[in-house]
């Protein structure tokens, strides 16, 4: 028998502290790890992709650092190297951060170019063709089902989707969800079960309901008289079980009766530093101990979006706000990940009676293979004191020794001495708040990359959109903007001389989250003192502008923004408005101006929004070019159109933010304008060059899709 202590001193080698002076702190807890003893499939640990615009700027990085960030979440044995890979079915609508472009717009429509979802498949699959793919609808394009989304327009969506996904990418998934977090539907799951049969996805998994809320697993009593409902549904989904509502043991016995597996297909944990990685692996760990989950995906994996949105920080792997100098920050939260995915592959089996909690705080869990390999992943957060474990092997489990792979506070991921087995026996003490992974497998490492510094968003900024030569190579999507709901594409010019930007969503969306307006951003949430300016072409019955010093896009459960803009209708009329975001005055903060002011104003729209100032143009219409322009100088804002001063105000609420565009949606309609030539640049500035492409930025798609 070994006796070996799992402690570091943080120097350049492990060192093992005195054996007997540990084991009289905690009495030894025996592990049996009987490679005969069973165990439920093992069918992975990932994140997910989407619920939000989450890789908005992660297309646009240069290489080789955009490849660099996928490596360290995707590839096998290099960083968090995840077994599951949970995406977003895109729908045009927002679903936390921002919105994703739809492969159909229309009902008549059908482009599978759009977006980077389908780059981001590829790019994970390539890595790892192992990887297994899942996923579901947040929001949807508001032509389903007349605004409902349960119908058979939905299932159809689906189907077409699936049908791109295999043909033109040639890739599967291997299960899917009815929508994310919005009730339960037995009609539309049977349709849709149907649907899928009838379309050659017969294969094709179906999880239900996904919800998070007390009484989300509710449905499983109606499987158990319901054949048909039985039937379609493959696998109980179920959201944020760790610290959130658990699968209670009733739950998990009528899973078992109907023999259906348990997957957590969206948790949560929203923490910093090293207790965000703790956190992972405890959430891993308790989720099949205590929820009889085989299978969890967290939300979400690399934050390719800009700072001021929420949950830019807390909880990703990596943040990617830069694609411009191609800077990134690795978090301590992806070897988390790593202390699994790096030990583990999906059709594994949790070794029965070789998980569970431990005495003295923490847990553990045992995976083993069919050939006899096994890893023992061990968190102690919370613990007060080193824990003995003492472990005895039986059946037909691998006698080579284990590698050893440790984080705490000071230091993630590092190999430490290899455990040494002898006569079926090893033992081992474990320092509190500290996480471990012990395997018989090999060729696990720490990736890493150099990364360059840290630089601001270019300014002065110039977008012409001519540059996008084959728009569908770049998913119709200029650099640098994310969309906030709707879709801003790529788009030819109405007059034919060019290209440009257009809002092309014409109808409201069925969106996840409460909605506003249809706007993108772009730029640097500390700029103060600026013009923006963007040249805007009007159809009929729209009403569109420019946005500046936005400094807050919405919760995540809801986008209303907090910034300025000037609005221009095809009838003429202009306006200069500041809006406040959802503004409760009972709570208000703020200096004393701001709470006066917000105090005061009447709310004269959903978000807070109050009229500044402004004008009747007679001589505008629809079908023209017009130059507007927002001009940012201390308290001073400045509305122009064609040069000419049209609106003015003095307001101190905000003093800094980005820029944006927008489309004003109705009640049954949104507006399509056309944007071109957007200027950013200082106060009484100018710049006649486009902005230079970043060296190494490529298109997501080299060849065009149909």
């Not at 506070?409 to 430490?416: G, I, S």
């Not at 807070?608 to 007679?618: T, Y």
Request: charge should be negative; aromatic fraction near 12%.
């Amino acid at each position: 028998m070994i006796v070996w202590t799992l402690a570091v001193c943080w120097s350049a080698s492990a060192a093992v502290y005195d054996c007997c002076a540990q084991e009289k702190k905690a009495q030894a807890q025996t592990v049996w790890l009987d490679g005969n003893a069973g165990g439920r499939r093992f069918d992975g640990v990932g994140l997910v992709n989407g619920g939000g615009a989450t890789s908005v700027l992660l297309k646009d990085y240069p290489e080789p650092q955009r490849s660099q960030i996928l490596d360290l979440v995707y590839k096998p044995k290099f960083g968090a190297s995840v077994s599951a890979l949970f995406v977003e079915i895109p729908g045009d609508g927002n679903s936390t951060q921002g919105s994703m472009p739809s492969h159909k717009h229309t009902r008549e429509d059908l482009n599978y170019s759009r977006g980077y979802t389908w780059w981001i498949m590829q790019e994970a699959k390539r890595r790892n063709p192992d990887l297994t793919l899942d996923g579901t609808a947040w929001s949807a394009p508001g032509w389903i089902g007349g605004g409902k989304f349960w119908s058979q327009d939905a299932a159809d969506y689906y189907v077409s989707w699936l049908k791109g996904l295999r043909d033109v990418y040639g890739l599967e998934f291997s299960a899917i969800g009815c929508r994310n977090e919005k009730g339960a539907d037995y009609d539309f799951v049977k349709l849709f079960r149907k649907t899928l049969d009838a379309n050659g996805f017969s294969e094709l998994k179906i999880h239900a309901f996904d919800n998070w809320y007390k009484g989300k697993l509710d449905f499983l009593k109606d499987m158990l008289s319901d054949k048909e409902l039985c039937e379609a549904v493959d696998i109980i989904g179920g959201h944020v079980f760790y610290e959130g509502e658990p699968v209670s043991a009733e739950e998990r016995a009528m899973a078992e009766k109907l023999g259906k597996p348990i997957w957590d297909t969206e948790d949560h944990v929203y923490k910093k530093g090293f207790d965000c990685l703790i956190s992972l692996v405890e959430c891993f760990n308790e989720n099949y101990i205590h929820n009889g989950a085989t299978k969890i995906v967290n939300w979400y994996d690399i934050a390719g979006i800009y700072p001021m949105e929420p949950y830019s920080e807390d909880p990703p792997t990596i943040l990617a706000y830069e694609p411009w100098s191609g800077h990134y920050t690795v978090r301590e939260a992806l070897w988390g990940y790593a202390h699994y995915g790096q030990f583990t592959k999906i059709g594994w089996e949790y070794l029965n009676g070789a998980c569970m909690d431990l005495d003295g705080g923490g847990s553990l869990v045992t995976l083993k293979s069919s050939e006899g390999d096994y890893s023992v992943i061990i968190e102690t957060k919370g613990a007060k004191v080193p824990q003995t474990l003492h472990f005895k092997l039986a059946g037909n489990l691998s006698e080579k020794n284990l590698c050893v792979w440790h984080s705490d506070v000071k230091e993630q991921f590092v190999r430490l001495d290899d455990v040494v087995i002898e006569g079926k026996e090893f033992t081992v003490t474990v320092l509190p708040d500290a996480v471990y992974s012990l395997s018989t497998t090999t060729g696990q490492r720490k990736g890493a990359y150099d990364v360059p510094e840290s630089r601001p968003f270019p300014f002065p900024y110039y977008e012409t959109f001519e540059q996008y030569r084959k728009p569908e190579q770049w998913g119709y999507l200029p650099r640098y903007t994310a969309d906030i709901c709707g879709a801003f594409e790529i788009a030819e010019r109405p007059d034919g001389e060019g290209k440009c930007m257009r809002q092309v969503v014409s109808v409201p969306t069925i969106s996840w989250a409460p909605d506003w307006k249809h706007y993108s951003i772009i730029g640097d949430y500390a700029w103060t003192d600026y013009e923006v300016s963007v040249d805007l072409y009007l159809n009929p019955g729209d009403a569109a502008g420019i946005m500046g010093r936005v400094n807050d896009v919405g919760s995540g459960y809801g986008i209303i923004p907090k910034g300025y803009y000037l609005q221009l209708n095809d009838d003429g009329q202009c306006k200069l408005v500041v809006v406040r975001g959802k503004v409760d005055k009972k709570k208000l903060v703020g200096d004393a101006e701001q709470q006066a002011f917000i105090a005061n104003s009447k709310d004269e729209g959903e978000g807070g929004e109050k009229v500044l100032a402004s004008v009747n143009l007679p001589d505008v219409s629809s079908g023209k070019w017009y130059n507007l322009k927002l001009r940012f100088k201390g308290n001073e804002i400045a509305g122009f159109i064609d040069g000419k001063q049209v609106v003015r105000t003095e307001n101190a609420l905000y003093g800094h933010g980005m820029v944006g565009v927008f489309a004003e949606k109705y009640e049954d309609r949104v507006s399509t304008p056309y944007f071109d030539n957007l200027r950013i640049t200082e106060v009484g500035g100018s710049i006649s060059q486009p902005t230079a492409v970043s060296k190494g930025q490529r298109p997501v798609y080299k060849t065009k899709k149909r």
